[in-house]
């Protein structure tokens, strides 16, 4: 029954999302990610809209199985969807997802598949505190995707309330990383602490502004009040 149901909805969902194909928009996008995928150039809102359609009747055994076969499919669009099913409701963020999360990563060429699978891995790492260690081994992993995700999964703990020194410290270590990708994720980490945290940036950022890259520097201080940008001495000095 549970392979029927997921067949069922696999080729219902497949057709749905195809039927918003645009070519102009999936050439723009393949150009855009450099990306070795095919692109129907189907947006976001559509693809969600289909999916929470064919998941209605699904288990959450059934979600994780259509999560894969849309992954296996080798298709951007259908892989955003895989992505975005393993934030699922319906889905327990045990082994079982986690274990989508890694095979799914293993096969990451770009950031838009990375971050739309932030939310389900983030739920799988704070079900099992755990994992963090797991992440602190993709800080030295040789595919900067691995060491990209392990800052992007990890957004959750710059919110208020949240202990955001591990994901500062794997920051630390990537400083001098000349990969635009993980320059642009320590920026991105700042940016969203420093919306409440702006000391800890600004400290941060006065130890390590030799060794970062400008996109970092640029985007951790875009939102920084006047007062705390006065306060980064690379930055006055400039």
């Avoid at 095979?103 to 932030?118: I, K, N, P, S």
């Avoid at 410290?169 to 980490?189: L, T």
Wanted: contains cysteine; charged residues 30%.
């Amino acid at each position: 029954m549970g392979e029927r149901m997921t067949a069922e909805a696999h080729g219902t969902l497949v057709a749905a999302i195809e039927g918003h194909r645009d070519e102009k928009r999936a050439a723009e996008a393949k150009r855009y990610h450099k990306s070795r995928l095919v692109h129907w150039g189907v947006r976001i809102p559509d693809i969600d809209r289909h999916c929470r359609t064919a998941t209605t009747p699904l288990d959450f055994d059934e979600i994780l199985a259509l999560a894969s076969a849309l992954w296996a499919g080798g298709i951007h669009d259908l892989r955003i969807a895989a992505g975005g099913l393993l934030a699922h409701r319906k889905v327990v963020p045990g082994q079982a997802c986690w274990d989508r999360v890694l095979a799914f990563m293993a096969e990451v060429d770009g950031w838009a598949l990375a971050d739309r699978m932030m939310h389900g891995a983030w739920n799988c790492i704070a079900a099992d505190d755990r994992r963090m260690d797991e992440l602190e081994q993709w800080t030295v992993c040789d595919g900067f995707w691995w060491r990209r995700a392990a800052l992007v999964f990890t957004l959750p703990l710059a919110k208020p309330g949240a202990d955001p020194s591990r994901p500062l410290d794997w920051a630390a270590g990537y400083v001098s990383d000349p990969e635009w990708f993980i320059q642009k994720a320590i920026g991105w980490w700042l940016r969203e602490l420093g919306k409440h945290d702006p000391d800890r940036v600004v400290d941060f950022l006065n130890r390590h502004w030799p060794d970062l890259k400008g996109v970092a520097r640029k985007e951790a201080t875009r939102r920084l009040p006047p007062v705390e940008r006065a306060r980064i001495s690379g930055l006055s000095a400039v």
